[in-house]
């Protein structure tokens, strides 16, 4: 492309776009295509950052701005299910006989609940999906504590004032959340005000928190915040997750579990 004859402003451009593209690029390649010194780039990389258009890892950049679509719960039934189904198989690996867990709302909630069955002998599950509850009700050894509230159709939960009050008086000794996006910048996101308050709740009720979220929903925003990243979560991804990606959240002391 000829970095001499490029202008900073337009090979700074197509940099952002290549990440946007991508999700990651690394350095090495940036400066083969664009042709320009390690110096040169740092500053490139440095501006795009102090932009909010990517964030810079060890050894080149990652898109920090991609956002996640919201879809129904009936349309993403299908999505990812041999992910969700891993994530769901890692997560039983933090689970102990008679713990007391909360149980998130959702289609990664669906494999969840049926992954439990038959590895465990005696549990105590909170929720306030009808999923995670018809999955599990009728097994001798899982003692259900349903949530009731308002219902929502298209996600077949449970949501509003009496669910949050239930919350309020009930004690976990974990939570296993399923977020639409999880991000270092944004925190974990979700789209739906009335379950987002849930889930804020559901986190507040446990002493540990465990995140599950398949690769692609790294480094993503969705529109409500649920809550900051903290050092004291557990992230439950798949392999696919790309190493710059969990690089970066090592490097912030954020426990990311690629199975």
């Known amino acids: 492309m000829g970095g001499l004859q490029m202008l900073a402003v337009e090979r700074r451009t197509k940099i952002h776009q290549m990440v946007e593209k991508n999700g990651s690029v690394e350095s090495s390649e940036l400066i083969k295509i664009f ?7 740092r500053k490139d990389l440095m501006k795009l950052e102090s932009d909010g258009l990517l964030r810079r890892t060890h050894g080149g950049a990652i898109s ?48 969840f609940s049926k992954t439990l069955t038959g590895r465990f002998e005696s549990l105590t599950i909170i929720t306030a999906s009808n999923d995670v509850f018809a999955n599990l009700s009728g097994i001798n050894g899982m003692n259900m504590v349903m949530l009731g509230g308002f219902f929502h159709r298209d996600e077949n939960a449970f949501y509003g004032d009496l669910t949050l009050d239930a919350l309020r008086n009930l004690h976990a000794n974990k939570a296993f959340i399923f977020p639409s996006a999880v991000s270092l910048e944004n925190g974990i996101t979700d789209y739906n005000y009335d379950l987002t308050l849930v889930q804020k709740a559901m986190l507040k009720a446990a002493d540990k928190i465990f995140v599950l979220a398949d690769s692609n929903k790294f480094e993503k925003n969705a529109m409500l915040k649920i809550s900051d990243i903290t050092a004291g979560m557990t992230f439950i991804t798949d392999p696919g997750l790309d190493d710059d990606i969990f690089e970066l959240y090592k490097k912030e002391k954020i426990a990311v579990d690629r199975g």
Do not use: F, H, W
């Open 64 to 111: 920090v701005k991609k956002s996640v679509p919201m879809k129904k719960l009936e349309s993403r039934m299908d999505d990812c299910r041999s992910q969700k189904q891993a994530l769901s198989r890692i997560a039983c690996n933090y689970i102990n006989e008679g713990d007391i867990i909360i149980v998130d709302t959702g289609s990664t909630a669906y494999e």
């Open 35 to 41: 042709e320009v010194t390690g110096e040169t780039l």
